[in-house]
Nanobody, 126 residues
């Protein structure tokens, strides 16, 4: 079984920065993709960013491109999301997710991910 645990959420003022972490149990491979999604109350879960566990392929939502950076530490089995220039629109519960079976590229659809963490709240005050 795979377990994902997010951490690093909190309250930050607009323009500030925050780094989220996602610790994954189990071994990953070059066929795995990890991503970040977010969901605000009353809204659908939306894609934020994704990265292949092996290689350099990344993908960002237009709303966070140039502000957020997704990265990984394979030795620690941990995924990160560095969030800079935060704004109120970024307020949401942030989830990390794992796609175990994608051979190439990344995915932006939550239904294509196999495992999910419990989420961590990010609140940006304006």
């Amino acid at each position: 079984q795979v377990q994902l645990v997010e951490s690093g959420g909190g309250l930050v003022q607009a323009g500030g920065s925050l780094r989220l972490s996602c610790a994954a149990s189990g071994r990953t491979s070059s066929n795995c993709v990890m991503g970040w999604f977010r969901q605000a109350p009353g809204k659908e879960r939306e894609f934020v960013a994704a990265i292949r566990w092996s290689g350099s392929s990344t993908l960002y939502a237009d709303s966070v491109k140039d502000r957020f950076t997704i990265s990984r530490d394979n030795a620690k089995n941990t995924l990160y999301l560095q969030m800079n220039s935060l704004k109120s629109e970024d307020t949401a519960v942030y989830y990390c997710a794992l796609d175990m079976f994608r051979l190439v590229g990344t995915s932006i659809k939550p239904t294509e991910y196999d495992y999910w963490g419990q989420g961590t709240q990010v609140t940006v005050s304006s």
